[in-house]
């Protein structure tokens, strides 16, 4: 009977310190990604002449991409109208944001056929792409 009761006690306490921490957090509106995650961001400059139709299409690219399991979260958006500055770029026309847990999941992720595929089908679209890759330290 003892053991329950401190089996009870110890998840009521890692709850509360569960809530503390959830609380602290949401108080100062911060998230925090863990470190070792990795940043995938692509950056898309699709062609001048693509029609509507054509630049909706496109966007069914990260709908494919989402179906590959080691990625751990898909984004994607567009030049946000920020202050134009010297240091800022905003000549691309989407940018792709994926996370993934680790270095081997990036590698699955980049040999995967989907990602394959979906980069050959659509690259009609586009005229440039950057990637750039960060491990969140």
Excluded: C
């Excluded at 179906?67 to 010297?86: D, F, L, M």
């Excluded at 026309?93 to 996370?99: A, F, G, I, K």
Aim: proline content about 2%; overall charge positive.
């Amino acid at each position: 009977m003892e053991r329950r009761t401190f089996i009870g006690s110890t998840v009521l306490a890692m709850a509360a310190s569960t809530s503390l921490v959830k609380a602290k957090e949401k108080e100062n509106n911060k998230t925090v990604l863990k470190s070792g995650l990795i940043l995938h961001s692509v950056y898309f400059w699709l062609r001048k002449d693509l029609t509507e139709a054509e630049k909706k299409d496109f966007l069914n690219y990260f709908e494919v991409l989402k179906k590959i399991p080691e990625v751990k979260s898909i984004n994607y958006g567009v030049p946000a109208q920020t202050e134009k500055r010297e240091v800022v770029d905003h000549s691309y026309s989407y940018n792709l944001l994926l996370t993934f847990e680790n270095l081997a999941d990036i590698s699955v992720y980049g040999n995967h056929p989907e990602h394959i595929k979906g980069a050959q089908q659509y690259q009609k679209y586009w005229e440039r792409v950057e990637v750039k890759d960060t491990i969140l330290l």
